[in-house]
């Protein structure tokens, strides 16, 4: 099977190409050098220790035993070590036991993990998201509880929201909370396809879970979330929430799919009660902006294999020859026009995605920035492109694979050669964090039609400057500077 | 999970409006009432002896002991039971104990086949092809001795071309033939991705083998095709032809794929030497039309579960309510715009492309016919048709299964709803019978340009004339009973 290897060229490329102004973020500077040096170092993590159990996890799964549920070992064992390298907090505040690094960076290496190893990266993703929605949200104890652990990955975090009757529509959630005299809540009900909702790769597991105050009204306006830990921070007892089964899947097989059953336990309300909905959201746009940095991981790592395939694998004579070539040779496969075709459109998928995905990295570090303006523009520029990065970049990582499975051939359906499993994994992709047709519902009736399509026509407007730049030759490098 | 039904409305509405003239056809006449009534006991043992073993069979596998290949025992009794009740021979000639029946009427069947079990349709398909290589270049003897349990389906066939280094390439072909005293040959070399190489659910294995005799040319003029049967049809003597591996793949995980060993194995020409190519083409393009029937089969199977979930689930708001509701009632899946576009699409996949093979299935029994010119330019049509809907029905097979992913959302990623299942089996479609780039080869390169585009030009003028035709509305129904 072709190893991965983390795409350093291209990322570096961005890094230094465009670079987020200074004067637009409150993060500490970092040299080139230390961002070089820092994506290197996750590149060799990665490479050795992530990628070459992607195929094991997907043979072995997970077991559930009772209410535990066992990684394979070796999962374990790298979600230690990612953690004791402090790879968890890269792009938390200091504050928390971060390093405060940029989002560019972070993006870069969020990328990696998830083409690595998809299942793997889906703990760790999880995780960071819960950890945004406490920082923003919770209150200071809240904060200070949960939040140390979380950046440095001894603790892991889920998202509970979709329940067996209810999926995209959370309006529905039946999950009850109870006021508990001592100012906390008792949480009852049962959530559905919780990813890592139970493991036994990390000392806690901190569930944030969307559910209904009692008397609270129908639908959404009726929601608030909850902080629910797997053990009480402080007496360490265990909790009444538990893992009562697991799901067969199409892939992702070493990631546990949870059914979670809440029965009375203690939870903590993050925000304000019944505004539950825009706290989850909080987590959600930044799960969203992380599944399509997986569809980018997915076109990076199928265009790698496909392309190492294509020049090894002989098969058919080439249209065209080259010149000293006299004898009827077989050709490469990447020899064959319809097989350009395919890897030429992985590339652009992988290369073009990651250029977005930076964009959209660099609009979340604005949006920290001191000016009210700034903020605000960054964030609706980067709401108009949550959907869309979300949406697009999933749906071409799938074609990709896809097409990585083509230029396979017969090889491309066999486990041992890894294609299949990138699509089998990546297939999720399209699904969760809102599908496809949530995304163009998002894109249009929120993001477009919420303003008169005011931010879409300022953005087409800057593209449409910047194309219009470049049709002078010596203007595009100084554009691309300032951009 | 929602039971597969054989969409026989439309079925017989191809059959009973576009029926194949009986000047056309050799075969015995049918009437109407009759196919009806096979129509209808194909769907009643389809539905309840194969659709109920699908998704135990893509769980259960196939197991390799030794050189023996076990197939679920359901499967077994299932391929007993459909030998039993005829329908292997449905379209063979009375001659070998076929029932002769119209190939319009056996497409259906297939189709059912196949979307019912992909994994149990490939055993019979590719049995069905091999009797047909064997009626066209067969000698008399080899006719008589193995047609007869071919037909009876108590013998299956297989296809053995490709090897580790040589799939669309056949002209790499190593396996070697070299001719013994008696007039037969041994056979020797490996052969990779043998669907149902091994298995024992029936009584012998009829391998037809490309293999070079020794001193033969290179490339594909060297090649020549060989009848090796598992058991000597006199004797009964295991032959030297043995499964040494199976594969894990991707789906069809009822279904063995084989890798051969052939140790000097006894094997009998077919056809002339070094034309095997030839005879191989003959059950290559009875395969992809095959393989197009796959694609329908896919589409039809996904439209359905696609189309009962989203009348069962409820979720979202409709954008537009029935006028007798007042209160907002959650709404039906099948009430969102997006959700009826893929499910329209669906339909329109399977439908149209069950019209499309209806087509094909009348041009290879006019293939059939007395008249030189008509079987010549049938022939010529269902050329130029074979490598389109192999590839375009195939395409659209995955693109509706997919869909149906998308339909279910999350569900659609778990193996219980049995959709990704259908996508799992399916994507070898485009796979195998060559990928879909090499149809696109085979359409441009032999079938367009090969005769200047005049068998092209001569299909789309038909297809203008009948759609000039339709201008008239009273000329339609007429129309449709002269094509």
Redesign the interface.
Known sequence: MTPYHAPLNDMKFLLRTFSTPAETTNRPSLSSEDAQEILLQAAHFIEQELAPINAEGDRAGCKLEGNNVLLMPKFKQALRAYAQAGWNGLSMPHEWGGQALPEVLAAKIAEMLTSANHAFSMITALSQSACKAIMAFGSEQIKQTYLPPLVTGDWTGTMCM?EA?????LG?IRCAAEAADDGSYRISGSK??ISAGEHDGSDNIVHLVLARIKGAAEGTRGLSLFVVPKFDPVSGERNAVHCIGI?????IHANPTCTMSFEGARGQLIGLANEGIKAMFTMMNEMRLGTALQGVGLSEHAFQKSIAYAKMR???QALKKPKAEVKQE?AQLLQ?P??RRMLLTQRAFAEGGRALCHYCAQLLEVGEADSDAKREQASLKLGLLTPIAKAFLTETG?ESA?MA??VY????????TGV?QL??DG??S???EG???IQ??DLLGRKVLGDQAKTLLQFTKEINQFCSSLIEPQNMQENMQKS
Do not use: N, V
């Not at 009757?165 to 529509?169: E, F, K, N, P, Q």
């Not at 799901?247 to 892939?251: N, V």
């Open positions: 979709t009757h209810c999926g995209s529509d529905l559905l396809f799901e067969e899947k199409m892939g002989r098969q058919g077989t064959h319809d097989i799938l896809s499975i083509q051939g017969g090889h491309g359906y066999i486990r041992e299949e699509y089998r297939r999720i399209t699904l969760y599908t496809t047709g163009a519902l």
